[in-house]
């Protein structure tokens, strides 16, 4: 008697196309991810699932909610299924890391499992506790059909188990696209087989991976405050970004700007860096005319020859932490914010502002079982 397991990967999140390290913070889908949650549930219409399981983090459960609807379940969550810990690094931008801990992105970015990062999950413990997790399903449903929503790494570590694999030989094996499937058969004497990974035949092109940068340095802003240092950098940056947008330019509008945002503290206009060269600008903050718990994204820039929405993307998700660290449940964005605008209300769940025209917001506080990771 055997019991299928199908390892589901989440749909799209903040941190996928944003590029930041967002292992088991609890950030949120995007409206692609939503997307994808629905193509995911379209492939399963024609197979029975008698139970359907979840790791605890929002992007997860969100995952896995269409498909449990469908079939009349309830979603199960499961702690063992949650993504692996990045420790120190959670939260944080994937440049960022990089530029800080160049020798430790190094070894993540070619030998994860041989890291060293303060308060990381080891890789042998994230395969561990995902194989005892397989174990407690097919215990649970013996002779059944199970579907189980978790993340890449914790997939792909849990499957160099049931291969028999060492660890090390995580790098060979697929992780696949978000919502990839992949399919366990476990007897009743908790042999394994492994019967495919990391399908997507499911997903339309259009829903399939796009606009990401990867993982390398080269393709990853970190950030600076701006200082006298570098300010004639900003006013060089805020002029092209007015002249494209209708605002004054000259360097005394972009000061009143700058100082304008800086009363929430210097972290929130920054400069976007990559390579060693600047390559756009945000600026983020309170306005008298929203509610308390929300934060204005007044203006971003990226250098013309940035034409990838990805690299927008990224500094987007700086912007957009700001406001989350300083406990925003909002962020707005002004219709006329910048060229890549249309890609952020399409891509992420922008709704209209209520009693603004020309306004609007993200919620960016995600109603997780834990809340947010911070």
Not at 161 to 179: F, H, M, Q
Not at 206 to 228: A, H, P, V
Not at 261 to 284: D, K, Q, T, W
Not at 363 to 368: A, D, E, F, K, W
């Amino acid at each position: 008697m055997k019991t299928t397991v199908y390892l589901v990967r989440h749909i799209e999140s903040e941190g996928n196309i944003c590029r930041r390290n967002h292992a088991q913070f609890d950030n949120f889908p995007t409206r692609k991810g939503l997307m994808q949650a629905e193509s995911l549930a379209d492939r399963f219409d024609s197979i029975h699932v008698d139970a359907v399981y979840s790791s605890d983090l929002y992007r997860a459960m969100m995952t896995a909610k269409p498909l449990a609807d469908r079939k009349g379940l309830k979603v199960q969550p499961r702690r063992l299924l949650r993504e692996y810990t990045i420790g120190n690094w959670e939260g944080t931008g994937i440049g960022e890391t990089a530029s800080r801990y160049p020798e430790l992105w190094n070894v993540w970015l070619k030998e994860p499992w041989n890291h060293s990062i303060p308060g990381c999950d080891r890789f042998e413990a994230v395969a561990d506790r995902a194989y005892k997790a397989i174990l407690d399903m097919a215990h649970e449903n013996p002779g059944k059909t199970v579907v189980a929503v978790s993340h890449v790494t914790t997939i792909t570590c849990a499957l160099t188990r049931v291969l028999g694999k060492p660890i090390d030989a995580y790098g060979t094996i697929p992780g696949g696209e978000n919502t990839a499937v992949s399919c366990v058969e476990v007897d009743g004497n908790d042999n394994m087989v492994v019967r495919f990974i990391a399908d997507v035949s499911h997903l339309p092109e259009s829903l399939k991976r796009s606009n990401y940068t990867g993982r390398t340095i080269e393709n990853n802003f970190y950030y600076d405050s701006i200082t006298d240092a570098n300010r004639a950098v900003f006013h060089d940056m805020y002029a092209k970004w007015a002249i494209d947008n209708g605002r004054p330019s000259d360097s005394a509008s972009a000061d009143k700007a700058l100082a304008s945002s800086l009363s929430l503290g210097s972290r929130h206009a920054m400069l976007a860096v990559l390579m060693g060269e600047y390559g756009g600008f945000f600026m983020v903050q309170e306005d008298p005319v929203l509610p308390e718990d929300h934060g204005l994204l007044d203006a971003l820039y990226v250098v013309p020859s940035i034409t990838e929405p990805g690299m927008a993307a990224e500094i987007f998700g700086e912007a957009l932490d700001q406001m989350r660290r300083k406990g925003k449940r909002y962020l707005v964005l002004k219709e006329d914010c910048g060229r890549f605008t249309r890609f952020f209300l399409e891509r992420f769940l922008f709704e209209p502002m209520p009693g603004l025209e020309g306004y609007q917001r993200l919620r960016i506080t995600v109603p997780g079982l834990e809340g947010p990771v911070y």
